[in-house]
Every structure is written in C-alpha cells, then in structure tokens.
C-alpha cells in the first residue's frame, strides 16, 4: 500500500483531484480539464499513478507542473496593493511595532525585535542573490495570519526559508523538535514544512523547506531532518548554489506568479465572497 489518499477539490473555478500523503502534504494533481497528472516529485511516480488509476479517464500528459503563460502573467498584472516584491525583511514586525512600540523602559528586550534583526539579516543575504539570478519576496502572507519569511525563487528551485533568532545559543534539532539552551524543545520543523507545503500549493510548483539559524553558538543536528535543510545565517547565500533547475524564463514566471498577494488567498478571499 502506498499510504497516499486521493483528495477532490475545486481551485479558481477548475476541479483538481489532490494526492496527499499521511500527513496532509500534497504531492500531485489531476487536472480532469486540462487531461493532466502534476508531479511535484518523480520519487512517487509510480505510487501517484496507481493512486489516481480509479480516476483518471482517456490519456492524460504526466509530468512536472507548467511554468504560468504569459497570457496568464497578464491576468496577474498587479495593483500596487497586490505587489509583494516591495516587502521589506520583517514587513509585517516593523508595522507591528510601529503600531505598538511596547514600553520604553523593558526589563528584557522585546522578542519581537530580535526576530525582526533575524528576518532582516537573513532577508539582506538573500537579497544580494539577485545579481546571480535569484528573486527573493519576504513577509508572504498565508490564509489565518501566517507568513512566509522568505521566499526565493531561482535557477536552484524554490525555497520557503524560516528565520530564528537563535545568537549565542546552543541550537539542537532533533525532527520535528528544535531546541534552545536549556529551554523546553518545540515542533518547529512542522511549522517550516507546513509552509513549504502551502507555498507549493498556492504555486503549483515544488517548494523546499529550510531553515534558518541566525548566529548561533553551535547547532547540532543527530541526524539529517526529512526534507527541511538547516542552515546558520551566513550559509544561507549557498542556495545560489542549488543545480539547475528552472530556466531563466521559469524563473520570472514564477517570481511574476508569487508577488501577487492575490495568490495566497484563500479561495473566499480571492473571489471577494
């Protein structure tokens, strides 16, 4: 038994029948329509096939999942609302402590700031990328108040990276949990995955997990977490390094595709119901 479920669902007004692992993820679509099997991984090939077999009718094209068409990057033209490209690292904590500073006077520092330092000495690395290619969007916002840190896009693939404050201390991570000094270790490793998940949903296109660790003492890793890459924060300029993968042309359509903020809604959201 392959362990993968067949889930029916209705995307901008198209059904799609999603095949999802155990634990929710996605990994191919059924376009009936278009008479097409998406493959966000060629590793289940054959599992997604048999999984689909009841559902599938007439002959149907397998493969990768198509780069938008530049018909459909004229639909995406964007409003300057819509425009994600212009996000700053950590746009949503720099309107939140605009909103509300906190006190002056603190007896510790406030978290929120040495998560916005995180995000902004990450995002800076990433943006010096460009010239090699890459595009890099920071603060996307998901469904439920969620975001994205950092989403970059290049001839490497695509890659959700999620940024932790992490300075002078011992960083143990241990799938899924991530742990601190002596602090008490948390699921993080879900978290980043879930996003990387969402971000291949809303893209149609393989989206890879990782995390970021921002000047840590020391990180200790027992053994390789599945799927997510951990990385210090001045290790995070070696994605560029990523085999090719997408082609020039891939690459701007994809950029073009994610920037628009209409993408991460929810279906309600985007047709205003």
Not at 38 to 66: K, W
Not at 126 to 137: E, K, M, N, T, V
Not at 141 to 155: A, E, N, Q, T, W
Request: net charge neutral; aromatic share 4%; with cysteine.
């Amino acid at each position: 038994m392959s362990g993968l479920r067949v889930v029916p669902t209705w995307r901008h007004g198209r059904e799609r029948l999603y095949v999802c692992l155990t634990d929710g993820r996605n990994i191919a679509w059924y376009d009936r329509e278009a008479a097409r099997i998406n493959l966000l991984s060629e590793d289940r090939r054959e599992d997604v096939l048999q999984a689909l077999g009841p559902f599938v009718t007439g002959s149907v094209t397998v493969g990768p999942p198509p780069v938008p068409t530049p018909a459909e990057l004229v639909r995406l033209a964007l409003h300057p609302d819509d425009d994600l490209a212009p996000n700053r690292p950590g746009e949503a904590l720099l309107a939140d402590l605009d909103r509300d500073p906190g006190p002056a006077h603190r007896l510790r520092p406030d978290p929120r700031r040495r998560a916005l330092a995180a995000e902004q000495r990450v995002g800076e690395a990433l943006d010096r990328l460009d010239g090699a290619g890459w595009h890099a969007l920071h603060c996307v916002p998901l469904p439920g108040g969620d975001r994205i840190h950092h989403l970059v896009i290049g001839p490497g693939g695509l890659f959700a990276v999620h940024t932790l404050y992490a300075r002078k201390q011992r960083v143990t991570v241990t799938d899924p949990m991530v742990s601190f000094g002596r602090r008490e270790p948390q699921p993080l490793l879900r978290r980043v995955r879930a996003d990387a998940d969402r971000a291949s949903h809303a893209l149609t296109a393989e989206v890879r997990p990782v995390l970021a660790l921002v000047e840590p003492s020391d990180v200790v890793i027992p053994a390789p977490p599945r799927e997510v890459r951990v990385l210090r924060d001045t290790e995070v300029a070696g994605l560029a390094r990523s085999g090719g993968v997408l082609k020039p042309a891939d690459v701007e359509a994809l950029h073009a595709m994610a920037r628009d903020r209409r993408v991460w809604l929810s279906p309600g959201e985007q047709w205003g119901s």
